[in-house]
């Protein structure tokens, strides 16, 4: 299954990204928004550190658990009257929704944002049934309206400006529509007012899911995800088969970590827990439920020690507005459905071939940022050490630097031949090396040159000078006092005798 | 319903079952297990114990939920008796010109007499008659006003439960959302309302639990702040007693 991977490598992409000026800007002015927006929430929180513990723990014991949990939501919303599928890949998730909705004679589908949908492309499947699939969260319909996709998980419109909007809903309007943003928004509150009230069936994501009770429960600002589970008929939802915590106390925590890590909110605007189609007298809600298990490459982290961490994720996009690679090349770079240090580890996990894991797991300076950002502490940056590591182990290492590496090996571990070769490079680099710099982008030297010069090798080295610098720093010494001395001596002496020392 | 469609449902229903077994059971095998696990301990349930002791008194709760809800673009009032925000709400439906109003069916709102305050108002009740389309007399409403189930003050959150008589489109699709809340509903922590429904029986659970925290809004154009997206871009909030 393809998880919705661009053409070209990393840096290709990212060179996308970062000749355009917009875009770098938009994407570094959101992210410290929303970095500096979570910050003020947690010192106002307090003790963030014991709640992202807790968060930590009950993710950890529901993944270890996740036989039992999963099965108990199952019972439990079944109870409820939910129909419950199970789609071990995407196509299977894909194939059920077809079915449920060709049974319904849909014409319309609405959606609310889901990262699993994205996952599937379920809106080219239904599209292709000549049914319109129209995503209802503000941001995403503008992406939809350009045929793209999300560039961030919480913010997917991030690299869009006002004016490539308004000229995006005014083809939809039939009219030009000015480049403001509370007009803008009013036209899309009345198109998909339409939508919502016409369309036959809902289709939502999924943050949690209560294994106790057998609600979904969802987490959003617009209301649309509201829309989508009230007004239509039915209701199809898509979750990932980690998206399980076991009560609604458990609820309490990942809503304090999750609205705080994502937009600095103490809550987002609406959390609905839905539990079931509406019960029989009541007047609105959905008449037929039905709850998609989606695996789709979940599973290959369980039992995985280095990688099931991952299924502890609550999709917050804390990680994205830490990370410094990210907020230099966006999430389109990524190539994936899930972009930033999550996605980077994530996209390669979910799948299976390990031919098909993308370079940018080199794209990270592993400096932990991620880690600290997290709400339930994955450590991202160990994980992507680990998959750079599987990579060179499965021979997915380039031939290049093993043969380099093979040849520094010799190299270094003979001081005869460490000496020829540095004078070898002294000798050979006259021919290069102008005022103690080497500019040109020959042969191996081109990557490295191509954004900054490698300095020249000096014309002694350390190893050629040591025998003049060990006398200078002799001479250079002052004398040591008696008293210190002796104090040294002493202390050298006890050691000789098995005494205590530090370290 | 078609029985072409009852058929489909029956046989997705049969292949969910069967395909249940090896679905869990592939994931008892990758964490090592023959069997699906019992019941396992849990013991990091909920909030961290020293949360669990935040208890405001009443007069912190209402100070806290008011500057939540306001800090996030909402209107919160305080009010001695019903009468009075009645007359608070009859006062905002004569300044915002109400041709519409919807509310819930309940004996807090039924006792109110908004109808005979509002006479030239077109005043609605939720699900008061069967053969009427509820869903769209809620879009087409200016003011929903519904009475709360319970109140958050560390979060500025209402909570409203679906039932019969409290429809889930009557705080979602009318442009001005107005809800009442009894103080004695107003709680300190969500632990608190979790717990109630953590504790329900199956037959009582709502099919629709909504927490509610001010306007709705959205930043995804260029990050402009953008109040009434899809939900009530006005909302109030009037604590009773």
Redesign the interface.
């Known amino acids: 299954m393809s998880h919705g991977q661009q053409a070209g490598t990393v840096k290709e992409r990212s060179h996308i990204a970062l000749n355009n000026e917009f875009l770098r800007k938009?994407v570094k002015?959101?992210t410290e928004?929303l970095r500096n927006g979570k910050k003020k929430a947690t010192d106002e929180h307090g003790?963030w550190e014991?709640?992202r513990e807790?968060g930590r723990?009950?993710r950890l014991?529901t993944i270890?658990?996740?036989?039992?949990y999963?099965?108990q939501f199952?019972e439990?919303a079944r109870?409820?009257g939910v129909?419950?599928?199970?789609a071990?890949d995407g196509k299977e998730a894909v194939e059920?929704s077809m079915?449920?909705a060709a049974?319904?004679q849909a014409r319309s589908v609405v959606k609310s944002k889901s990262m699993v949908s994205e996952e599937l492309h379920i809106n080219a499947a239904l599209e292709k049934m000549g049914i319109e699939a129209v995503e209802?969260?503000?941001?995403e319909y503008?992406i939809q309206l350009a045929g793209e996709t999300p560039s961030h998980i919480i913010?997917?419109?991030i690299h869009k400006?006002?004016y490539q909007?308004a000229e995006l809903l005014s083809k939809e309007a039939g009219e030009t529509l000015p480049a403001d943003?509370?007009i803008?928004?009013g036209f899309?509150?009345r198109k998909?007012?339409e939508k919502f009230?016409d369309a036959e069936i809902g289709m939502t994501g999924c943050n949690f899911a209560i294994a106790?009770?057998g609600?979904m429960v969802l987490f959003e600002?617009?209301?649309?995800a509201?829309?989508v589970?009230?007004?239509p008929k039915t209701q199809i939802t898509l979750m990932g088969?980690e998206r399980i915590i076991?009560?609604?106390?458990?609820?309490?925590?990942m809503?304090?970590l999750l609205p705080r890590s994502a937009?600095g909110?103490?809550?987002?605007?609406?959390?609905?827990?839905?539990?079931?189609?509406?019960?029989d007298?009541?007047?609105?809600?959905p008449e037929e439920m039905h709850i998609i298990?989606v695996?789709n490459g979940r599973?290959l982290q369980?039992?995985d020690p280095e990688f099931q961490e991952l299924l502890n994720c609550i999709r917050c996009g804390a990680c994205l507005n830490a990370c410094p690679v990210y907020r230099h090349i966006g999430g389109h770079a990524y190539g994936g459905t899930y972009s930033g240090p999550i996605g980077a580890v994530l996209t390669p996990a979910l799948q299976s071939n390990v031919a098909e894991w993308d370079d940018i797991a080199n794209a990270s300076s592993l400096c932990g940022a991620c880690y600290e950002a997290c709400p339930v502490k994955i450590p991202l940056h160990d994980m992507l050490v680990y998959l750079r590591n599987r990579k060179v182990e499965k021979g997915y290492g380039q031939t290049a630097e093993k043969i380099g590496m093979k040849g520094f090996a010799a190299i270094m571990s003979n001081s005869k031949r460490m000496r020829s070769v540095i004078k070898m490079g002294q000798i050979g680099q006259k021919l290069v090396a102008r005022q103690g710099m080497i500019k040109t982008k020959i042969g191996p030297l081109k990557g490295w040159n191509s954004v900054r010069h490698l300095p020249s090798l000096p014309n002694q080295s350390f190893r050629e000078r040591w025998g003049t610098l060990e006398q200078e720093v002799q001479a250079s010494n002052p004398k040591m006092s008696d008293e210190v001395r002796q104090r040294m001596e002493q202390a050298l002496e006890q050691r000789k005798n098995g005494g205590r020392h530090h370290g | 319903m078609a029985d072409?469609?009852m058929t489909?449902?029956e046989q997705?229903?049969k292949?969910?079952r069967a395909?249940?077994a090896k679905?869990?059971?592939?994931?008892?095998e990758?964490?090592?297990?023959k069997d699906?696990?019992?019941?396992?301990q849990?013991?990091?349930?909920?909030?961290?114990d020293?949360?669990t002791q935040l208890n405001w008194t009443q007069e912190e709760k209402i100070e806290r939920f008011m500057d939540?809800w306001q800090s996030?673009g909402g209107h919160a009032a305080r009010f001695q008796t019903m009468e009075e925000a009645k007359q608070f709400i009859v006062d905002r439906a004569n300044e915002l010109g109400a041709q519409n109003l919807i509310r819930q069916n309940q004996p807090e709102l039924n006792e109110l007499g908004l109808e005979e305050a509002l006479p030239a108002t077109d005043i609605r009740v939720?699900?008061s008659d069967p053969e009427e389309y509820?869903?769209?007399q809620?879009?087409g409403a200016d003011i929903g006003v519904a009475v709360v189930d319970h109140a958050i003050a560390?979060?500025?959150?209402i909570t409203v439960w679906?039932?019969?008589d409290k429809?889930?489109?009557v705080t979602?699709l009318p442009t001005v959302m107005m809800a009442i809340i009894p103080v004695e509903r107003l709680k300190t922590?969500?632990?608190e309302v979790?717990?109630k429904?953590?504790g329900?029986r199956?037959d009582d659970?709502?099919?629709?639990?909504?927490?509610?925290?001010?306007?709705?809004?959205?930043?995804?154009?260029?990050?402009?702040l953008?109040i009434?997206?899809?939900?009530?871009g006005i909302v109030y909030a009037l604590i009773v007693g």
């Open positions: 938009a002015f959101t928004r003790n014991e709640w807790r723990q009950i014991h270890a658990h996740l036989d039992y999963l099965n199952v439990n109870a409820n129909h419950v599928h199970f071990a059920l079915k449920i049974s319904k209802t969260d503000l941001g503008i913010i997917p419109a400006n006002r909007i943003t509370s803008l928004a899309v509150r998909l007012r009230l106790e009770t609600s600002n617009e209301g649309n509201r829309m589970s009230t007004v088969m076991p009560t609604f106390a458990d609820l309490e925590v809503a304090t937009t909110q103490k809550l987002t605007v609406y959390m609905s827990a839905i539990s079931g189609p509406k019960r007298a009541d007047a609105d809600g298990i695996d599973s369980l039992g | 072409q469609e489909l449902l997705l229903e292949e969910s395909k249940q679905f869990i059971g592939g994931i008892a990758k964490l090592g297990r699906i696990a019992q019941k396992p849990h013991p990091f349930r909920g909030a961290p020293f949360w939540n996030v939720w699900n509820w869903k769209a809620a879009a560390y979060t500025g959150t679906s039932s019969p429809g889930r489109s979602l922590r969500m632990g979790m717990e429904i953590d329900m199956r659970l709502p099919a629709g639990i909504h927490f509610i925290t001010g306007p709705s809004r959205s930043s995804d154009i260029e990050n402009d953008t009434g997206v899809h939900g009530p």
